[in-house]
């Protein structure tokens, strides 16, 4: 059966471990053993079996199966350079970064996804509850509907139906979204099959996440077309991969080269790297870069959850008002009959 890779929570704390085992200068096999005892998925790997024998963490990483490409490749060619440590604490950022991403996206999704369960449960208790035992009372001491009330009360009915089965329905393809993910990672996860139907916000997310990529990449002076296929593995089929995969490419070309070409910066960020590439600084400006575009998709997903909130809520008041008019007005006309 095959492991579970590390979370990105873990991965930023075994990145931020290592780098300080590098920048320490004590022995890196001692210090290792210390800190594989802090991750339990790696108490029964021969991470320091392999490290003994070859001197590599690469390898040692890339043998458990529980660390992604992107890092076990970065690890690699920084050992090649010896800035082990520069490169570890770029990946704790990056993997910091991505997990603060996902945080901030789940509670993006989940305020409006709670109001729309209380809101639907609410309703469907109201009308199919609530509401007949007025109407039966009502009807007793004959009562009427007026033409719009009993008109808003259909209304009302078929929005609470309809509410009920999106609601089902959505249980059971997050449910079956899941299940797919687990059986095989390479797939999409929930949050990523949610982000594809906010294209604005994915393409954000996906384009941080893709400079801060290029920025390690840079960093380790991997550029090769290589290179080009490691970073395209970690990302999301949407909008960024699909631009990134149509350019087309000749065998010398490299990542700068398809950065260029793919045109997904605006000009004037094109135009900066074009400089830095010229220049022999494409590592610093890219970093500049990435950090710009991060606060880029962090503004939009700002953005996104402000136009999510006063939609969800306005839609609840205007249904549980419109539950409630159903239901004040008959207790009014039947309070007037009785001579309340």
Known sequence: MTQNRLRNVELASFCTQCALLYGSGSNIETGLNLVVQSFPALKNSDVLVDFKEHHRLSRALSNTQLFDELMVQSLALAEELGREETI???LAMFYERKQSQRDALWDL?????ILFTVLTLLVNVMVWVVLPIFQSIFMQVGGSYPFWLGFM???VKIFAVASFVILAIGMVFALWISIRYLQDKRRNDLLDTLLG???KTSYALDLAFFSFEAEICFEVGYQSQSAIG????????????KML????????????????????YDALETNTLKIAYATGRLDRTMAGVAQRVQRQASS???NTLNR?????????????GSVLIALLLPLLQAMQVLGF
Request: hydrophobic share 50%; aromatic share 6%; glycine share 4%.
């Open 88 to 90: 570890l604490d770029k």
């Open 109 to 113: 999704l989940y305020l409006p996804f």
């Open 153 to 155: 009360l259909n209304g």
């Open 197 to 199: 139907w906010m294209p």
């Open 230 to 241: 490691l970073i395209l593995n970690t990302l999301a089929q949407r909008r960024l991969y």
């Open 245 to 264: 995969k149509k350019v087309e490419l000749v065998e010398s070309d490299g990542l700068i080269d398809l950065i260029l070409k793919s045109e997904i």
């Open 300 to 302: 939009q997903m700002e």
């Open 308 to 320: 999510l909130e006063p939609i969800a809520i306005g839609i609840l008041a205007i249904s549980v």
